[in-house]
């Protein structure tokens, strides 16, 4: 997978192994960075490697709930209602600048991303058991936008904040990009399905089989409490943040290509899976103190067992 989205995407492979990560641990990602930073582009590339079902949906302010997960409409030729599915019926969701729809319309998501299952007019109209919301948001406007709520927020496994290339992959970008015409296409830069469904429910089998041990619960436990007890941090993390942490760290552990956890598999993802669960402190806004840098505080302050 790496290697065939790596033939359309340059650079971004950390981002590549979240969404792989938030895939076998059945989580959503939420992609945050400035426009021509490849957020959606990646998705068709990562629902293509894998076979995806792939729906789009771009966020506006009139979007409405209706327009994500459908309607019962009346059919004048058999005098019936009959259910016209909207683009939330797929495996791989991209929500373009989710950020951009109001409130109401954002929570047509919640169900679907918690449950999996949609309900219209009272029936409940299961998804697929890979359904992926892969969300994307643009950090540099604010005017008509909508910030996530945070429970909305809660929902999301990863948080992963997107940067601008380095000058050697900028290079590789204008020099592979720049001579094509049009939008780019996965399919014409060669990028093949290398798995399905089968290879995924294999992967998500092995992932069930990967050992907790006592020493890494407590761990986790240790660093989500140690969220609550910052002054830097206004609210803390909550409860399912940390047994979302743990199902990542052992999906990420069966990727590296071991059968238990270790506290490496925590330290990489505590940052995305920790940084949008988080309020600062009135004070820490004030004077500057970023979130990242006080959860990198804390996971280098809290002790991991040997």
């Known amino acids: 997978m790496r290697a065939e989205i790596a033939k359309a995407v340059v650079g971004q492979s950390d981002t590549v192994d979240l969404m792989l990560t938030a895939l076998l641990a059945g989580g959503h990602v939420l992609l945050e960075g400035p426009p021509g930073t490849a957020k959606t582009f990646l998705a068709q590339c990562f629902a293509r490697t894998l076979g995806l079902e792939y729906g789009r949906i771009q966020f ?56 999996r299952n949609v309900t219209i007019d009272g029936k409940s109209h299961p998804l697929s058991a890979r359904f992926t919301v892969v969300a994307t948001q643009n950090p540099i406007e604010q005017q008509g936008t909508y910030p996530l709520p945070e429970a909305q927020l809660d929902r999301f496994l990863f948080k992963q904040t997107l940067k601008y290339p380095s000058a050697d992959e900028e ?61 830097d941090l206004e609210t803390g ?42 309020i600062p402190s009135p004070a820490a806004e004030i004077e500057g103190r970023l979130v990242d840098d006080t959860l990198t505080g804390l996971i280098e302050r809290i002790e991991a067992p040997r």
């Not at 990009?177 to 429910?201: F, M, Y």
Request: glycine content about 8%; aromatic content about 4%; proline content about 8%.
């Open 60 to 115: 506006t302010p009139d979007l409405m709930p209706g327009d994500i997960i459908g309607a019962n409409l009346f059919n004048f030729q058999t005098s019936a209602f009959s259910l016209t599915k909207g683009p939330i019926f797929c495996e791989l969701l991209l929500a373009d600048e989710i950020n951009r729809t109001p409130p109401k319309t954002q929570a047509a998501l919640l169900e679907a991303m918690q449950e």
């Open 171 to 231: 290079r590789a970008i204008v020099a592979a990009h720049g001579q094509r015409t049009g939008n780019p296409d996965p399919a014409s830069l060669g990028v093949s399905p290398v798995g399905g469904p089968a290879e995924i429910a294999g992967a998500v089998e092995a992932v069930a089989g990967i050992r907790l041990a006592e020493q890494i619960v407590g761990y986790i436990v240790a660093l989500i409490r140690a969220t609550r007890e910052t002054p």
């Open 237 to 278: 993390a909550s409860p399912r943040s940390g047994a979302m942490l743990a199902i990542a760290a052992r999906a990420r552990a069966a990727l590296e290509g071991r059968d238990y956890v270790i506290p490496d598999d925590v330290k990489a993802l505590a940052l995305p899976a920790l940084r949008h669960r988080v």
